[in-house]
């Protein structure tokens, strides 16, 4: 038998480790070896323990005279909520431990197949409104001018961004009506009509995907103005957001190829 089980670290009982267990000082071991594993302290079907000093002992004799070692070589078993696992596995991991909330209705908007990673990391953090806006940075208690950097004629906020703005509302419109999709200022309503499941499934991935590529562009312009002091048209940014789904088409034309046709043929009909 090859016995891999460390008496006083591994987690062979129900009581964790050992040492910590029986509250021992760190060179107090019972006169058990450091090194011991548990079938050291066992020979000719018995136990060989120390006399019981502690009730933390008496509890430990009492699980352990439970317990019979047989021939078969040792193996580890990961628990994890009490089901028993031969085989280590970081997703069944990771989802032990992942907090499990509520699939929210916008998920599959926010991290569509085929996205633009980047894209949807902002998007996400937009539908969060956790966004460093100028009415969160007042919030925050950041003394800082509220206005829009784009437009300069209302308080920037998330809301007045995508799309009240008379800027970003110029670039959406362009872009939602090259899209087939009906533009409208309100962000309630535009994140709505990305989660419309009456359009075809590639009206709907153009849809989303120029959505959140204009907010990215419209994001970084607004950046761009803050920190240095450079500005463009609301034509330069729409040709941006152009050439970024003509380039995203053509991506996925090798794995998606009826996709990316009928995406194609939506973006230049």
Known sequence: ????HDFWSD???????IADFLHLPSNGRLGISRSATISDLYSNGAWNLPADRSEEQVLLHIYMSSITLNQEEDQYDWVINNNSYIAYSTGTVYAALK??????????TVWLSKDIPKHSFLTWLFVLNRCSTRDRLLNW????????????????????????CDYSRRIWTSIATRCGITPSPSWDQNLLDMQSTLKPRHIRYLGTLSWQCSMYLIWTER??????Q???PPDSIISSI???????IS????TSSRLAFSVFSAWNA
């Open 99 to 108: 907090h499990h909330n509520p699939i929210v209705t916008w998920a599959d």
């Open 223 to 228: 950046n761009n103005r803050l920190h240095r």
């Open 11 to 17: 987690n062979w009982s129900p009581y964790g480790n």
């Open 230 to 232: 450079v500005f463009r």
């Open 1 to 4: 038998m090859e016995d891999l």
């Open 242 to 248: 152009e050439a970024t789904i003509r380039a995203k």
């Open 251 to 254: 991506a996925i034309r090798h």
């Open 141 to 164: 208690g950041v003394l800082t001018d509220p206005m829009c950097l784009l437009c300069n004629l209302a308080p920037e906020t998330r809301d007045h961004l995508f799309f009240a």
